[in-house]
């Protein structure tokens, strides 16, 4: 019989058969300190691409557990170091949680992001890598890792429920659909919205079935 062709990029199945790729996380420039906690620029690689964000580390040597804070929808041109994450990370940090913000693909100095995948699964991929990269922070306990999301961010962090099974907890604030068929409608009843990535949810229902943490 012939092969069975190779399931699309974008298809969740192919996400949850990525193998994540660890590096170094990079601490920059200090950014503010809190009470009991320390805020600072980071990086970290991630597809042979250098990626962005901020980490606040509580005060002490650890380890602590981890929280990978997304933020919701802002134009690349509006936002701002640690905009919509630090509200959610700051507190956690304070109260012993190492919180991590990543700059998404092509905002602040991060790369584009993999190819071939819709903006929350590029995201969810540079979020993953971030995960591998956890061993290079000593102050970091890698076994537990959970991941806040609010509205888009909400989004990839539904994706890495469903492909990520390092991920001990989720916590989705205001998030979008798990059904990328109903945000696609959404979206199109939206005056000035552009087409969608996938085109009419009802003309490619199984597309849209692939590609949504609720199917």
């Known amino acids: 019989p012939a092969p069975t062709p190779p399931l699309p990029a974008y298809y969740l199945e ?3 058969s990525r193998v ?3 590096g170094q996380i990079s601490i920059g420039d200090p950014m503010w300190r809190g009470a009991g906690y320390a805020k600072f620029n980071m990086s970290w690689p991630s597809g042979g691409q250098t990626f962005t964000g901020t980490i606040t ?3 002490g040597p650890g380890p602590y557990p981890v929280v990978i804070v997304n933020h919701g929808h802002i134009p690349p041109e509006r936002y701002w170091n640690g905009q919509d994450s630090g509200i959610f ?3 956690l940090a304070a109260d012993g949680f ?4 990543p700059h998404y693909p092509g905002y602040l100095g991060s790369g584009t992001g993999a190819p071939g995948l819709t903006t929350n699964e590029q995201i969810a991929v540079i979020d993953q890598d971030l995960i591998s990269s956890l061993a290079s922070l000593p102050q970091a306990d890698a076994t537990k890792v959970a991941v806040v999301g609010h509205s888009q ?3 990839v962090s539904q994706i890495l429920m469903v492909v990520d099974p ?3 907890a989720v916590v989705l604030i205001a998030p979008v659909a798990s059904d990328e068929a109903e945000n696609a409608r959404r979206l199109a009843q939206r005056p000035g919205a552009p087409t969608p990535q996938f085109g009419d949810p009802d003309q490619n229902a199984d597309v849209y079935r692939h590609i949504s943490p609720r199917t």
């Open 14 to 16: 192919s996400l949850r």
């Open 20 to 22: 994540p790729t660890g």
């Open 57 to 59: 580390l509580p005060d």
């Open 89 to 91: 990370g700051d507190p």
């Open 98 to 101: 190492i919180s991590l913000a």
């Open 153 to 155: 961010g909400g989004g």
């Open 166 to 168: 390092r991920i001990k």
